[in-house]
């Protein structure tokens, strides 16, 4: 079954340094989203892409964080001078539309970023 | 605004008995899509179960079923004959059809522990 790959599963990082996480969607899907889970919290909404540009962001997605589509298969997220309040699990997501009109999002296993 | 609420934190059964996970959802849209997720303990969202606000039948499938009423706004997710590998984190989402990659807003979980 198609899946959506996260990169690295787990990455440590000093406050101020810069973190890129990556994905590979599922390859025909067309939709692209980061969620990110603080430890024990819900899961939240960051951003979300579609033809190659931002479709919808949260107000935590600030200029600290970008995203980008480097290749035809790799979505990455890029946070800026990380915080301690960085530390979460990053969830990558992509769907595609079907006939119902709602996606399904299919979720990749995530990535835990440390801060220290 | 939409909102997802989940009021029950923690819910522990012993196997094989029935569980309900409650869901409350709140949206002033009139096309919208209600969704279940399933986190086990190795930390990935997996999907259960998406339905429409225009279909309010209930939905079985093996030991899960859905009860979706609009008119108390719930959509409710009951596990029968619970088993040990049921044990994990369930949420709720909620998701508004602005554009086709429509964001999900999650609701704050349910943790389900069932004992042997």
Same mark, same amino acid.
């Given at each position: ?12 990082? *000093? ?6 996480? &990556? ?13 990110? *889970?603080?430890?024990? *919290? ?53 769907? *595609? ?14 990535? &835990?970023?440390?801060?220290? | 605004?939409?909102?997802?609420? #989940? ?17 409350? !959802? ?5 096309? !919208?899509? =209600? ?9 990935? =969202?997996?999907? =259960? ?40 984190? !369930? ?6 059809? !602005? ?8 609701? #704050? ?8």
């Amino acid at each position: 079954e198609p899946e959506v790959t996260q990169t690295p599963s787990h990455q440590v990082t *000093q406050m101020g340094q810069e973190v890129i996480l &990556r994905c590979v969607p599922i390859s025909n899907h067309l939709y692209f989203y980061w969620y990110r *889970q603080i430890l024990g *919290q819900k899961v939240e909404f960051l951003v979300s892409f579609y033809n190659n540009e931002i479709s919808e962001k949260s107000e935590i997605f600030d200029d600290q964080f970008s995203v980008e589509r480097p290749d035809g298969s790799n979505f990455t997220l890029k946070i800026r001078s990380t915080k301690l309040e960085d530390s979460a699990m990053y969830f990558c997501a992509s769907s *595609q539309p079907d006939r119902e009109g709602a996606n399904v999002l299919t979720f990749g296993a995530g990535s &835990r970023l440390t801060v220290l | 605004a939409q909102k997802v609420t #989940q009021a029950q934190t923690e819910i522990s059964v012993v196997e094989k008995e029935d569980v309900t996970l409650d869901c409350v !959802y709140e949206t002033r849209d009139t096309t !919208y899509y =209600l969704f279940w997720y399933k986190q086990p303990p190795s930390g990935e =969202l997996v999907f =259960l179960i998406r339905r429409n606000s225009f279909d309010e039948q209930n939905e079985i499938s093996g030991r899960y079923s859905w009860n979706f009423q609009k008119s108390t706004s719930s959509f409710n997710f009951t596990i029968t004959a619970s088993q040990v590998v049921d044990s994990a984190v !369930y949420f709720c989402a909620l998701s508004v059809l !602005y554009n086709q990659g429509g964001k999900l807003i999650f609701g #704050q979980g349910t943790e389900l522990s069932v004992k042997p």
